[in-house]
């Protein structure tokens, strides 16, 4: 991998485009999210071997290999990340509301400053991360970077 580096004084030692501040995790979330993927890249001066590079790490999930220590070696929002550090999401902690409109919203029950607009379950989900490496599959097999 030419292009990924670990880097202890960047990104918190997250896996990142080398020379650059920008995650794989960012990089991958943000071309599945994005539907102009190459105005994307450029915007970013990301190249597609940059690109394709950082999908190729996280989809194999070399980050499991690419160990520097004392530091999680998994992306902030992936869920290997939430799995590996013991978080458990407390159902018991929060309520659910809807509006007249069917409109989901989930509240803290200690505070009301907590709010997230969305159901429990979209709550959860947020909250646990996303299975990085199954998005970057998908956009390698999909040929979403060419």
Same mark, same amino acid.
């Not at 030419?2 to 794989?24: D, W």
């Not at 597609?48 to 070399?62: G, N, P, T, V």
């Given at each position: 991998?030419?292009?990924?580096?670990?880097?202890?004084?960047?990104?918190?030692?997250?896996?990142?485009?080398?020379?650059?501040?920008?995650? $794989?995790?960012? +990089? $991958?979330?943000?071309?599945?999210?994005?539907?102009?993927?190459?105005?994307?890249?450029?915007?970013?001066? $990301?190249?597609?071997?940059?690109?394709?590079?950082? +999908?190729?790490?996280?989809?194999? !999930?070399?980050?499991?290999?690419?160990?520097?220590?004392?530091?999680?070696?998994?992306?902030?929002?992936?869920?290997?990340?939430? $799995?590996?550090?013991?978080?458990?999401?407390?159902?018991?902690?929060?309520?659910?509301?809807?509006?007249?409109?069917?409109?989901?919203?989930?509240?803290?029950?200690?505070?009301?400053?907590?709010?997230?607009?969305?159901?429990? !379950?979209?709550?959860?989900?947020?909250?646990?991360?996303?299975?990085?490496?199954?998005?970057? !599959?998908?956009?390698?097999?999909?040929?979403?970077?060419?």
């Amino acid at each position: 991998m030419s292009y990924i580096e670990r880097n202890p004084e960047k990104c918190f030692g997250m896996p990142s485009l080398r020379n650059r501040r920008i995650t $794989v995790y960012d +990089l $991958v979330i943000m071309l599945f999210l994005e539907p102009e993927k190459e105005a994307y890249l450029a915007d970013l001066q $990301v190249s597609k071997d940059q690109a394709i590079e950082a +999908l190729e790490y996280c989809s194999q !999930q070399l980050c499991k290999q690419d160990k520097i220590h004392n530091i999680s070696p998994f992306c902030d929002g992936c869920i290997l990340r939430t $799995v590996a550090e013991g978080y458990i999401f407390e159902e018991d902690l929060y309520y659910e509301a809807e509006d007249n409109n069917g409109k989901k919203c989930t509240f803290s029950k200690e505070s009301h400053l907590e709010i997230f607009g969305g159901s429990m !379950q979209e709550f959860k989900a947020e909250e646990e991360g996303a299975a990085t490496w199954i998005i970057a !599959q998908s956009l390698l097999t999909s040929g979403a970077i060419k």
